[in-house]
């Protein structure tokens, strides 16, 4: 063996030990600088929604301004014509940024975007319109309808505006769902300062021009009063600032106290004015004076919320940046321990090495012999295998992580129970013992008349009430799910079709029998339910025959005038299906 040759292995073995520790430092570099890219785009991503939100409150806000010249003579107020020149012109901004588009791919079509912004500034620039007409319409001959109607399509430009606003929402979160929390309550405590706004507006008319309420303006005003006191109860407990629990509980103490203790109550005093005559205690011009000032709590909620979640994720994004440095140069550290310890080696291991050689030779020639050199221990390098460790902390965190994803998309967000999609894995999975099981199909009777009447806010209270006292009553071995709108189906874990129809009446029962307080209107709703029941079994062969099989039983309740509970299989109850089975059929088979 020479020295060539030995050499070469060592530079060889060198050469494969780097080669498999680049491959093990990409393992831990590529996932870092995926998670520094991700939070890189999610950071983007709460920036630009800010904005959005942002352009929301400037178009919001000019309704001030018009209202204002919308209450005086002609030309007769040079600071406020001035005042709402310079609301537009901050409008105008505010869409105008828009219309770059966003920094981060995103799953949506921007044309798309560009035809709501478009569509936003086609309506804005049609109720400007109609505000400078009734403007310079003198004060005397001014209809307070068509006031209303000015302001009315000022409202409107909000309502077209939440197109640009879902947009960003649905784009934004579909890859990135850590995004939806923040993105939902970011429009939750927009919709309650546009609210604030409007419920002065709906109102604004009659008063600007002294003439008593309309109906349409009290229940307009009312709506609007009602949905912001939803709006309050969605977000009691909630805490604004992630890491300040003394701001938070301050800043709503400020929106129940100064808006909802003054401002709104400003606005109920007048509605109750106007229900009796044009005799109001404040002018249009006073009554924006006095109201706007009790919407800053609202302004500051919504800047200080969003102004968080921007600093949550820019400390993220800081964060990854930091890891991607450190295994980085963990990484460049890495090789040059490598040709630190090659170069060691040559010193201190193959010098010795080749004395030893050349005093072996020396022997066998009957050379003299010199003292041998002392071979020197490489020192141990532990950095790869740290970093290896915090690649597998990494990937056990992530798996953790898609496993809280997987729940959440077969949960309902409305009611938090199992959703259709759960619902169905359950159904075509065949059950453990192959026994057979039995399925409830619960329907809220005339529940397009609680949402007519009451709103789908109250309609959402009802699913959700509904939900929780079906939750109450299960098993921990049944299964709950929402399967569609208003009906709810209970996978019972039991083939006794007896017992399971004393349960589904115990439920019908104490559904009728429990009292729900709708929250806008104060008034008290009594719910029932039609039930329907059937026993089959699970699995891809039978999930569908059971599906149809409790369908008819629940379109026999229905038809037997609801509030009631029926069972597949019943001949009194067979005989009342088959007369309408043919067109039944036909839409089950539609929707599913």
């Not at 010098?351 to 009957?366: F, K, N, S």
């Not at 109250?458 to 006292?469: F, K, P, Q, W």
């Not at 104490?510 to 709703?525: K, P, S």
């Amino acid at each position: 063996m020479n020295r060539i040759t030995l050499e070469g292995k060592l530079l060889f073995a060198t050469v494969i030990v780097a080669f498999l520790t680049l491959i093990l430092t990409a393992s831990a570099l590529i996932p870092t600088y995926e998670s520094y890219r991700s939070t890189n785009d999610n950071l983007l991503a709460v920036e630009r929604f800010r904005q959005v939100l942002e352009a929301a409150s400037r178009m919001s806000a000019e309704r001030g301004p018009a209202n204002d010249i919308m209450a005086i003579e002609p030309n007769s107020s040079a600071p406020a014509t001035e005042r709402l020149k310079v609301f537009r012109r901050i409008s105008d901004l505010s869409l105008e940024a828009l219309d770059e588009p966003p920094e981060i791919d995103v799953s949506s079509s921007l044309p798309d975007l560009q035809a709501a912004l478009a569509e936003t500034r086609a309506q804005l620039r049609r109720a400007r319109q109609t505000v400078d007409r009734v403007a310079a319409t003198p004060l005397a001959d001014r209809d307070p309808d068509d006031v209303q109607n000015a302001i009315r399509e000022m409202i409107e430009v909000i309502e077209t505006f939440q197109h640009v606003v879902d947009w960003h929402i649905a784009a934004f979160t579909t890859q990135r769902s850590e995004l939806t929390a923040p993105f939902l309550t970011g429009r939750m405590i927009s919709d309650m300062r546009e609210y604030g706004g409007r419920a002065a507006s709906q109102i604004m008319g009659p008063i600007a021009t002294r003439q008593p309420l309309r109906d349409s303006h009290i229940t307009d005003a009312s709506r609007t009063i009602g949905r912001l006191l939803e709006l309050r109860k969605l977000m009691q407990g909630q805490k604004i600032v992630s890491d300040r629990d003394a701001l938070s509980q301050q800043l709503m103490k400020d929106v129940d106290t100064i808006f909802f203790g003054s401002g709104l109550e400003l606005v109920k005093i007048l509605i109750e004015q106007g229900k009796i005559s044009g005799d109001y205690s404040v002018s249009a011009v006073d009554l924006t004076r006095d109201y706007v000032p009790t919407l800053q709590p609202l302004e500051r909620l919504r800047t200080v919320f969003l102004d968080d979640v921007v600093k949550r994720y820019r400390t993220q994004h800081y964060a990854a940046s930091y890891r991607l440095a450190v295994i980085a140069m963990i990484t460049a550290s890495a090789l040059a321990v490598l040709f630190t310890l090659f170069r060691s080696i040559r010193l201190h291991i193959l010098g010795p090495l080749l004395t030893a050689r050349r005093q072996i030779i020396a022997l066998a020639d009957g050379s003299p012999v010199t003292d041998m050199e002392t071979i020197s221990k490489a020192p141990e390098m532990r950095s790869l295998f740290e970093a290896l460790e915090l690649l597998r902390g990494k990937l056990d965190e992530r798996a953790e992580y898609e496993a809280r994803l997987k729940m959440q998309a077969e949960k309902d967000g409305l009611t938090g129970v199992w959703n259709r999609r759960a619902l169905e894995g359950f159904g075509n999975a065949p059950s453990e013992r192959g026994e057979d099981v039995c399925l409830m199909l619960i329907d809220i009777d005339h529940f397009k008349a609680v949402n007519d009447t009451y709103g789908h806010l109250t309609g959402d209270a009802v699913l959700i009430e509904i939900a929780t006292l079906l939750q109450g009553a299960m098993r921990s071995t049944d299964i709950v799910a929402r399967y569609g709108g208003e009906e709810f189906a209970v996978l019972v874990s039991t083939s006794d079709l007896s017992n399971t129809l004393d349960f589904a009446e115990e439920l019908r029962s104490r559904i009728q029998a429990h009292v729900i307080r709708d929250a806008e209107t104060g008034i008290d709703l009594s719910i029932t339910v039609s039930v329907g029941v059937a026993s089959g079994a699970c699995g891809a062969s039978g999930w569908r025959q059971l599906i149809a099989s409790a369908d008819e039983a629940l379109y026999c309740a229905k038809k037997k005038g609801r509030n009631r509970t029926c069972v597949f299989g019943d001949e009194a109850d067979r005989d009342i299906v088959e007369s309408a089975l043919i067109p039944f059929r036909a839409r089950r088979a539609a929707s599913l």
